[in-house]
């Protein structure tokens, strides 16, 4: 953990207290997955009500009359206890249940047998108590009433009171002990450290928004230049500590896209690989081992694939119980990998080169930018000009993918048609930064991110309204360490609001629409139900099984637009998905989405229509709100 | 005033960047005369009439069997101060505008490159080349003789009626070892066989909506017939009907060839990242709204296995013509 | 000393607005001959002050110094500018083009540079591989390649696809921000091949012309295949 580099985790506290409440305490995240959230609930509360049943055990080992006092006498304590024990049990069986019978796949690569020796471990500690408790009523030394403990009661009957039971009770009592500390003894080696770790490692997670990644600082001397996570040392402690507290519990495993298209990445494999890597080489280094070099963590313990078959859409994030930000650590691979080494999917060359020389991915030229609002009389702000009410921020992909380009026509004719004060930069916007970033140049991104800031400030912007949910969560979340803050909005969000307050004038229609959520909008920024508003107005909304939080990424996320996958498509698995709902038509509120599900689409060889919400609300538009200049 | 070209023989004729050249030579003025340098020089002068020259002077000397951009250099310096002309074209080959490039360094002369117009006067008005052809200079070249290459492909051969063959005087250029410094010692041949993706100057294309292996027999046809190379899309390499040397894309080959001819792609943008460098884009789909008429520049609506084949029998009767 | 006796490589490049790619192949090149055999790469640009920037792009690369003969924006013809190179480049053993400048495609600039320095010279190479004094050309032509073999100290142009150039690290692009760039600023003579204006081709539109439907659509198929010059 000293190994560790800095990261800033301690701002925020009320928001970090309140999330030790809900997911530590209240196992908020567990219950996302309610049966087995469930099982582990009763095996946690269980354990949190049964602590001082340790204290009371070894007490009571040394000295077969004592107990803790006043708590060893309560008889609602006793009851506590029973309660709890049996759920405990209960919830251990529904474990093995789980794990024996029904094996979910989300098990794959974890170490089975760690567990199955764990959760015996815990039959045994509960099972041994009950047994004492039971022989101390059998021997009439129970310090509480009796009564208050029904199944020790009840299992009392078991034993007479006698010199067998005297052997009996002191054997239980050593027993529980002895277990207890084989316990704890095997606890730093296994994944059950979690017990230590997690609730500190929850309390230390990221309190602030999912979608904003910590930036690097570059103006370092010489002997510091060492960008992003390429051996252990360079791991921050928060990472490290991640690493501590994955408990291979696989949920992150079974909602990665990635993974579930048969890619190599599988994110709990990842945090395990790291983990083993950490443990290895982390006696050597504290100590400071003569001539020890720490081994790079690419391709050692994890290859190149995984770290690049990453979309950072976060699912794992959201699923994680004990709050391991998998994201951070591929951004973090990443960087080193792209900024130290400049070792990257050849692909993706020609995209960072577009960015850097042409300032936008598709490689095309600025001055055509604002070709898209040819006619339809849009004002682009020139310098000096006084700033609108709202900036639209139209975005490369609506700027120059063909494809994409209705929905900034569409918001465009819808922003006009609804009287707002609009305008759009034009050739002077340039990539907002995010595909480099996501690929881990975050040099290139820096750069891109000042000089939008120095455009947006002097223009003297305070809202912007983007459609690219990638611009929208960069602009919003991460230009503010950029010495950039605005009010941003995504497109749906104010569309929605122009439909409540009645400025654009819809009309309801029969047809089932699906709509799907972007990652970058609805997992890492909670816009969740403007988008549906829209699908309400124009049509009947259908949706898929895995919607709002729980989305299943359209595959272009971490720079993955300028990548050709080689296994098979996740794209292709969501429009799938959205063609067996039987609607007609598929919303959407991404220009890459929308470019994604398209191409998954015809792939599939499926009749669904891929739409933007702009674009299905402009068609709603009476002929004379639209006029064109 | 005299007006001299450098022509390259090809085969017994003469290639056609070389007519083009004529061409543009024809628009400055006369006599026309021609220079021909290197092996197959003297039988290709003959049909040279036919596109204005009236004079033809073919370089001798056996030392210019192995091109050297030095030696020919001289044969036009040496030639030219014979005949003394307003102006001098080349095509706009590598090799014209090295030649041309290597004159105007000897003779300390302007050379403007690439040229697709020009009036004759002093100095003398044209427009050339840039960018590929994306954009076009205006310009003045102030320098007597005049020293410019026509630009391939934008300007039209054509013929002359009625002329004769031209006169043909062979002429020995006084060469010396300097100009021989630079020459070409060792050709080593292409080890590959077929036409490389990468180079190629046409590429047909096929997508899913070739329907399978045996469905890119007909591209292959059309392919032969232009002298291109066959790609595909990602699609195909992963059903396994070609194998991945030959997919276009981002995780393919990126192309950049003179046409780039689509049959049955959609259009994903994967794919258009790898031929979007292509000059032109030919799509030929039975869907109208296929994303890929979107970056084509030309495109045949129906069913390619229509289409294509009929495309083929049309180049076959047009070269047999 | 800046300039040393050993093998040196200088890569010159006109009017950087952006590196072209041929030129950007050059850099690469030189910089893969200094690691194999030692020396220095210098890179000279002929443009705006702005072109400093691409100067530092491939000082990233690995170029150890650059030069920039800076003017005030105008375009030189090609006569002007081999001049103006010619003065800073006399101390090289290898001075490396990009085959045509992307923009202006003059082609001849690295010819008339070696006419006035009396080097023997090789343009449009694909293959550049230097041994003993001497540099070995490799040219593309139809069905195979050219050899030349020229002694040094020697010009060359080189294409794109020669080489495949790197993508510079970040500590790389940080030191490159403190390797010397000298600013020197030449005067141009009368331009020979005066640009009067420049002119964008009608026709430059981005709808796909329908040809035709069906097979009936050959013939004209074929007729623009013609125009192109592919059939």
Known sequence: ?629 | MTVLVLVEPDGGAVDELSLQALALARELGEPLEALLVGPGGAEAAGGLGAHGVVRAHVADDERLGAYAPGAWARCVTDLAATLEPSAIVAPGSNRGNEVLAHVGARLGLPFAANCTHVQPGAPLELTRVRWGGSLLEEARLHGSPALLSSAPHMVAAGTVNGADAPQVDRFAPALDDADLAVRVSEHVEAVTSGISLAEAKVVVSGGRGVGSAEGFAILEELAEQLNAAVGCSRVVTSAGWRPHTDQVGQTGTKVSPDLYIACGISGATQHIAGCKGAKKILAINSDAEAPILMSADYAVIGDLTEIVPAITAELRKAQAS | MVLTADEQALETRHLGFTISPHEECGVEEAVRIVEQQGGEVTVLTLGPPEAEEQIRETLAIGADRGILLATDGEEWDPEATAAAIVEQARDYNLIIFGNESADSGNYQVGIRVAYALGRPVAIGLKGLTVADGRVRCEQEVSGGRDIYDLPLPAVVSVLEGINLPRYPSVPAKLRARQKPVETITPQPDEARLEKVRLVVPAGQGKQAEILGEGAGAAPAVVNVMRDLGVA
């Open chain 1, 1 to 629: 953990m000293r190994l560790g580099k800095p990261v800033e985790r301690s701002d925020d506290v009320p928001k970090r207290i309140r999330n030790e409440a809900e997911i530590v305490l209240g196992q908020r995240k567990l219950f996302q997955r309610f049966l087995p959230g469930l099982v582990h609930a009763a095996i946690f509360w269980g354990f949190l009500v049964l602590f001082p049943t340790i204290l009371i055990a070894m007490i009571g080992a040394v000295d077969k009359d004592a107990t803790l006092p006043w708590l060893g006498h309560q008889g609602w304590f006793a009851l506590m206890v029973d309660v709890f024990a049996v759920l405990v049990l209960c919830g251990v069986i529904a474990a093995f249940v789980i794990r024996k019978v029904q094996r979910p796949a989300r098990f794959e690569g974890s170490h089975l047998g760690e567990a199955d020796l764990i959760l015996a471990l815990i039959a045994g500690i509960v099972t041994t108590l009950l047994l004492w408790h039971a022989s101390r009523i059998a021997l009439g030394m129970n310090e509480w009433p009796a009564s208050w403990s029904p199944v020790s009661d009840e299992l009392s009957g078991l034993f007479a009171d006698n010199g067998t039971t005297e052997v009996l009770e002191r054997v239980f009592v050593w027993a529980h002990v002895l277990i207890i500390l084989t316990f704890l003894a095997y606890l730093p080696h296994s994944k059950h450290l979690h017990i230590a770790t997690a609730a500190i490692n929850v309390y230390f997670g990221r309190t602030g928004p999912g979608g904003r990644i910590e930036p690097l600082r570059f103006d370092v001397p010489e002997e510091e230049m060492r960008f992003g996570a390429g051996t252990v040392p360079d791991l921050t402690w928060k990472q490290m500590f991640d690493t501590f507290s994955c408990t291979e519990c696989g949920r992150c495993q079974d909602v990665c896209p990635a993974f579930a298209t048969g890619k190599e990445l599988s994110p709990k494999l990842l945090i395990m690989a790291l983990r083993d890597q950490v443990f290895e080489e982390g006696p050597a280094l504290v100590r400071s081992a003569e001539g020890f070099e720490p081994q790079p963590l690419v391709p050692n313990a994890v290859t190149d694939n995984v770290v690049w078959d990453c979309v950072t859409c976060g699912a794992c994030v959201r699923e994680c119980p004990v709050s391991i930000e998998h994201v951070d650590h591929i951004i973090d691979l990443r960087r080193h990998l792209v900024m130290m080494d400049a070792r990257f999917p050849s692909e993706s060359e020609q995209m960072l080169r577009d960015v850097e020389r042409a300032s936008n991915p598709w490689g095309k030229p600025q001055t055509e930018r604002a070709d898209w609002a040819e006619e339809l009389g849009v004002r682009v702000l020139e310098p000096g000009d006084p700033a609108p009410e709202v900036l639209y921020w139209v975005g490369c992909a609506a700027s120059f993918d063909e494809r994409a380009r209705t929905a900034a026509q569409s918001t465009a004719k819808l922003l006009k048609a609804a009287g707002v004060d609009f305008a759009i930069l034009g050739p002077r916007e340039s990539c907002t930064g995010d595909p480099a970033r996501r690929m881990g140049n975050e040099y290139l991104f820096q750069a891109h991110a000042e000089q939008n800031v120095a455009t947006l400030n002097d223009a003297g912007v305070t809202k912007i309204v983007a459609s690219c949910p990638h611009c929208f969560n960069t602009l919003g979340n991460e230009y503010s360490d950029f010495g950039g803050r605005y009010e941003v909005v995504h497109h749906s969000e104010l569309l929605a609001e122009l439909v409540r307050d009645g400025r654009l004038a819809t009309s309801a229609g029969e047809q089932p629409i699906t709509y799907h959520d972007s990652c970058y909008l609805a997992r890492h920024n909670d816009v969740i139900a403007d988008p549906r508003e829209i699908v309400e107005a124009v049509g009947k909304p259908v949706e898929m099984e895995r919607s709002g939080k729980r989305t299943f990424c359209c595959g272009a996320g971490g720079a993955h637009m300028w990548m050709e996958e080689r296994a098979g498509l996740i794209n292709e698995k969501r429009a799938a998905e959205a063609a067996a709902t039987g609607a007609e038509t598929l919303a959407v509120a991404c220009p890459f989405c929308t470019v994604m599900l398209d191409d998954g689409v015809r792939a599939n060889g499926d009749e669904l229509r891929v739409a933007d919400v702009s674009t299905l609300l402009a068609e709603r538009l009476p002929p004379e709100a639209t006029g064109t200049t």
